[in-house]
């Protein structure tokens, strides 16, 4: 064996020996919820699709596109605000364990790895992702780039992960929820996930929430109805999806790409409208479905937040919002939010 080779070998050695993955996923359960999921939506009197079918390799390529659009603001702008602030979070937390919800590629929390190599602290990474492949790539490529970083990756529902995160403890963390996911879910779920998430919180543990803040319509309908035509794709790719998992005959040009922000209920919603009365199959599942000319298939909602009300909403439940971090324009927040 060359030096050379014996040296690359020695390198992923010492990449593999930081790395770590636990798999809590149980596929076959996902599977049947995921089937008793798209039944019961495309069943309701307001039919909906989950969102998490936007998400094959497909759709994935889109959102990455999207992120990149003049419209869309809130990747770019929440990114800034990290830049900007995250060395002074990591001087104020302290943590040693950084917990990331939907960790993706990992891009945004790269700001805090260069802030913890900056100050010279070790740190334990902890990406939390559906996709195995997603968290893999990008672990390998973190590993690389941070060589005082050692990752401990758990393909994971947030379910899941928070849950034994509350069992594990390895020092002060800090849980990350970036890219106002949590404008996803419904008044429920969120307060799901809050309870769930302030269980997994110790005493002198930081959780960093992202939120999209309210703002004029037209922005926020320009963000989802971009001219390119980028959101309706990947919208329609929805479909696409559900062809090929469940044996369906979608037609993608029967439908159109909607997106509207309800003033009422402040939040965005995405949808998928039938072009014309039409009967559409999906024969995995054994379903068949009657549609309307204009009938519209809820696809996404995205909650836009007032910064005083969810600090109200989070004190409420025992969270104590230590600072609060946005831009200059106030379309992001930050909020650094520890247990009361």
């Known amino acids: 064996m060359s030096a050379f080779s014996q040296s690359e070998n020695n390198s992923q050695d010492s990449l593999a020996a930081r790395l770590k993955i636990d798999y809590l996923l149980d596929f076959q359960a996902i599977e049947k919820d ?7 939506g495309l ?22 596109d999207i992120c990149q659009l003049p419209e869309y603001y809130p990747t770019r702008t929440e990114a800034s605000i990290i830049k900007q602030y995250a060395l002074e979070i990591v ?9 990331e919800l939907g960790s993706g590629s990992s891009t945004k929390t790269r700001y805090f790895f260069d802030a913890y190599q900056q100050l010279n602290i070790p740190l334990y990474y902890t990406p939390v992702d559906v996709s195995d492949s997603i968290l893999k790539t990008s672990a390998n490529q973190l590993l690389a780039d941070y060589p005082q970083l050692k990752i401990q990756g758990k393909v994971a529902t947030y379910h899941q992960a928070l849950q034994q995160l509350s069992n594990n403890f390895l020092g002060k963390r800090i849980i ?30 930081y959780f960093l929430l992202g939120i999209d803040l309210q ?8 963000a989802y109805n971009d001219a390119q035509g980028v959101t309706a794709a990947f919208n329609l790719n929805m479909l696409q999806h559900l062809n090929h998992r469940f044996a369906g005959n979608f037609k993608l ?20 409208i039938s072009q014309q009365a039409q009967t559409v199959t999906l024969s995995n599942l054994n379903l068949t479905i009657e549609l309307k000319k204009e009938e519209k298939i ?15 909403y989070l004190s409420d439940r025992n969270l104590n919002v230590i600072k609060t971090y946005t831009d200059a324009r106030q379309w992001f927040g930050l909020l650094l939010v520890q247990l009361s």
């Open 34 to 40: 995921d089937i008793q999921e798209v039944i019961n």
């Open 43 to 64: 069943n309701n009197e307001q039919k909906s699709i989950p969102a998490r079918y936007f998400y094959d390799s497909q759709g994935s390529q889109l959102f990455e």
């Open 91 to 99: 001087k104020q937390t302290q943590a040693i364990e950084l917990v």
């Open 176 to 205: 990350i929820f970036l890219g106002s996911s949590i404008g996803n879910f419904n008044s429920l779920k969120c307060d799901r996930f809050i309870n769930q998430l302030r269980s997994a919180l110790n005493s002198q543990d």
């Open 215 to 222: 703002k004029p319509r037209k922005i926020l309908e320009a």
């Open 253 to 272: 040009d029967l439908f159109k790409h909607e997106a509207i922000y309800n003033q009422t209920e402040h939040q965005i919603e995405m949808y998928l």
């Open 298 to 312: 809820l696809t996404e909602i995205s909650r836009k937040f007032d910064l005083d009300k969810m600090e109200q």
